[in-house]
């Protein structure tokens, strides 16, 4: 059997080892050296590492809705449900716990309880969606960031109670003015969705997508450029994080986390792109890809364990420690993958989520 093929539960090895190349992408945004090209690499990973992961997990939830024909049950719906909440409760349980590492898992289960009405759409509908969404969303998150003080460190709660996230300010957030709201990650989760609703395994479809893949990626990063320059608004161009004011111009930036048309236009590309090439080297060098293709079936496991290697080492969340440390952690985490999948096909997290999510056998 071809290693790109589905396997048992519909896996996909190269949608694994693209996922697995987030993982590390991840750890790169957190934990990645600052300054020289070690630091300029790892730079390349911030922001666009998170997109591949909404854009993977999309894919993820067309292929346990069916794949190319879409469910017309409502068990993987209800299991996905299920799924959702738990990451939301668990991830606000986190950033409740006062991380250093920004924990994005309760933004996940915002994104599962959206896509639940998108689950019996087909691929064209499903991209119609995202291009909707990422024309809707960023303007409509920025008028509202606009409108309110959404200054200091984003918390999914307010005062250290996790119950605060159901309240007013902790959904604002999630959907709308957060480090990752709904409205403008949406498209990477919908886009993903229509993803899986192709047959990955074809070249035709490949040879497509990696072609769809660097227009987007010029269409995002070039046409901010363009966009920006035509206006005066080139200083603009450098910066990190969801954009906040009243102008307009704002929209029109692309830099890692702003949340705008153009920023996801070209994540977005970044995200196909790497989705075909890990398709292409797990079909072809399965056995060398093989450590980052399994540290992808387990990227909730690996991400909290990242999470908590930070707090105890006392790492900041952000670029800067040394040089070794980053292939410390990718090591580290492609061998905790690797000696646990001699013992489990699912990491141990995800063998919770899923007994948890699953209904057994009679």
């Known amino acids: 059997m071809r290693s790109a093929e589905p396997t048992g539960g519909g896996r996909l090895a190269g949608v694994d080892l693209a996922r697995g190349a987030a993982v590390l992408g991840v750890f790169a945004a957190h934990v ?125 709660v307010t005062s250290g109670d996790p119950v605060e996230v159901l309240g007013g300010e902790g959904v604002l957030r999630l959907v709308l003015t957060g480090a990752c709201p709904a409205a403008t990650w949406m498209p990477f989760v919908l886009a993903g969705m229509a993803l899986g609703r192709l047959d ?15 227009a987007l990626v010029v269409a995002g990063y070039g046409g901010s450029w363009l966009a920006l320059g035509a206006v005066g608004g080139a200083e603009a161009l450098a910066g990190d994080g969801p954009v906040d004011g009243d102008a307009a111009v704002w929209l029109l930036v692309a830099f890692p986390h702003s949340g705008t048309t153009f920023e996801i236009t070209g994540a977005l590309g970044v995200a196909v792109t ?38 105890v080492t006392g790492l900041a969340a952000r670029p800067g420690p040394p040089l070794l440390v980053l292939p410390a952690f990718a090591a580290g985490a492609c061998g905790f993958a690797l000696l646990w999948c001699r013992f489990s096909r699912r990491g141990p997290l995800e063998h919770l989520l899923h007994a948890a999510t699953t209904r057994p056998k009679p």
């Open 274 to 311: 790497t989705l075909v090439a890990a398709l292409v080297v797990a079909e072809r060098w399965p056995r060398w890809a093989r450590p980052v293709t399994t540290a992808g079936t387990m990227p909730l496991t690996l991400c909290v364990l990242h999470v908590a290697a930070i707090d």
């Open 200 to 214: 990955l395994t074809t070249p035709a479809i490949r040879t497509r997508l990696a072609f769809a893949g660097p």
């Open 32 to 156: 990645g050296p600052d300054g020289g090209v070690a630091g300029w690499v790892a730079q390349l990973a911030h922001g666009r590492a998170s997109a591949l992961f909404a854009t993977l997990a999309g894919v993820s939830l067309a292929l346990v809705s069916g794949g190319r024909e879409p469910a017309r049950d409502d068990q993987a719906a209800t299991r996905i449900a299920l799924r959702a909440v738990i990451l939301l409760l668990f991830g606000t349980a986190l950033t409740a716990s006062g991380t250093a590492a920004s924990v994005v898992l309760a933004y996940y289960g915002v994104y599962f309880l959206l896509a639940l009405p998108f689950l019996r759409l087909r691929a064209p509908a499903l991209a119609v969606a995202a291009v909707v969404v990422a024309l809707v969303g960023p303007v409509l998150s920025l008028a509202v960031r606009g409108s309110l003080d959404t200054t200091g460190r984003d918390q999914l």
